[in-house]
């Protein structure tokens, strides 16, 4: 029985888990039962999805502050509405955390998450019709870097770079499935592209942003970094920074570095090529308000303040460390039980795993088999898939969530077995693909007992 099925007399098990919701409680008993079961939910699985995380009490209480009341278009000191000098030094403040924490020049953190925060920087430094260049999406690359169902390949004329042998996709070696720089140069020599994205939601490798400024320079194209996973992991000294090299950075607010679902946008305080009396801040600014959104998110970005201040931490350095020590051994050990990665390991906090390859399972009914055993991931596709994308050959799996719980080395080698035991616990019959449910229960029963284990709480759930 799933916890959303749970009858309601099992209400008083959850009362609790959610003893700030009391108000919520008395005024919509059905969203109050929903939320202490997602908090059970939370508590009780592993996630995995390296996208996911778990923000801080701090993180959360910000979020739902008066702020959230608030009307403010504009930005500091230029607002349409009265009333907002407060809001407008929380603002400041945010974007002065994410100017010293990333040593940019100017922030902007009023887009509501990472897709606008692209559609912001296309929208700055292209017109509709220019060219950009961006990574493949079955290859690792994200909708917005100019996928053809998605705003930036429907209005933007578009190349990638990857591996497809059938779409004819190049800029990636097929064999270790690692970015071949000079083929990328190659791409971007006969494209041309007004923008080149770097950056990605599969690619468990380092970025190469200095390489990328360079063919960058050399077609007279602005450069994008788009930092959505790996914002944390660069801030804690284990992933090269973008900002030196790239004109503009984009990044969403949770995953790695632990904010709340929002966004933001670096750049560098320089002219812009079509008109040296606009700045590159002014463009990006412009952009997001009025051209994109109205009135931003205030509460969002007073947790995001808040979030900045966590990640200028000691404590946080050391947690991003653990976020790639942890991926780098549960790397090591599913590639011990024989499963095939692609790239060999990881350099960051995923992997991608071909599940086709190495167990002759798709990677979707993998992931429900896993869901059931209480390991939560995501299907994926992997470089040159021969599968549909709805039921791909490959798994992602990240360490970021899995570390903020306090996870190490151990539990690391212990969730590859659990893995190793599912693809185990599979049967073939037909087109069907059956996992045994008797081993399934006993792989949940051990993930609750690690789950409740006290030396692993929830950060920023009480229960």
Known sequence: MSIVDMPASLDSEFVSTASNFERLREIDPEIYLLTCREVIRQSQYIRLIPSE???????????????????????????????NEIVDAVENLCRQRACSLFGADHANVQPNSGSPANMAAYYALMKPGDRVLGMHLPSGGHLTHGWNVNFSGILYQTAFYGYNQEQGVTGMDPETGML????????????????????????????????????ADEVDAYLVADIAHI???????????????????????????????????????????????????????KAVFPTLQGGPHNNTIAALAVCFAEAATQEFKSYAQQIVANAKVLSEALIAKGWHLVTGGTDNHLILVDVMR??????????????????????NSVPNDPRKPFSPSGLRIGTPAVTSRGFGEEQMRQIADWMERTATACKKEGKEYHFDPAAIAKIRAEVIELCTDPRFPVPGISI
């Open 53 to 83: 995380n778990y923000t801080s009490a701090a993180v959360m209480q910000a979020m739902a502050t008066p702020f959230c009341n608030k009307y403010s278009e504009g930005y500091p000191g230029k607002r349409y509405y009265e009333g």
């Open 231 to 285: 914002n944390g992991l660069i801030l804690g000294g284990v992933h090269p920074d973008p900002v030196p090299y790239a004109d503009v950075v984009t990044s969403t607010s949770h995953k790695a570095i632990r904010g709340p679902r929002g966004g933001f946008i670096l750049c560098k305080n320089r002219p812009m090529k079509d008109d040296p009396a606009t700045s590159l801040p002014d463009r990006i600014d």
């Open 180 to 215: 071949d720089y000079e083929e990328i140069r190659r791409i971007a020599l006969k494209f041309k592209p007004n923008v080149i994205f770097a950056g990605g939601t599969a690619y468990p490798r380092i970025w190469d942003f200095q390489r990328f400024r360079q063919i």
């Open 358 to 379: 190495s167990k002759k399972i798709p990677g979707k009914p993998f992931a429900k088999a896993l869901y059931d055993a209480g390991l939560e991931t995501n299907f």
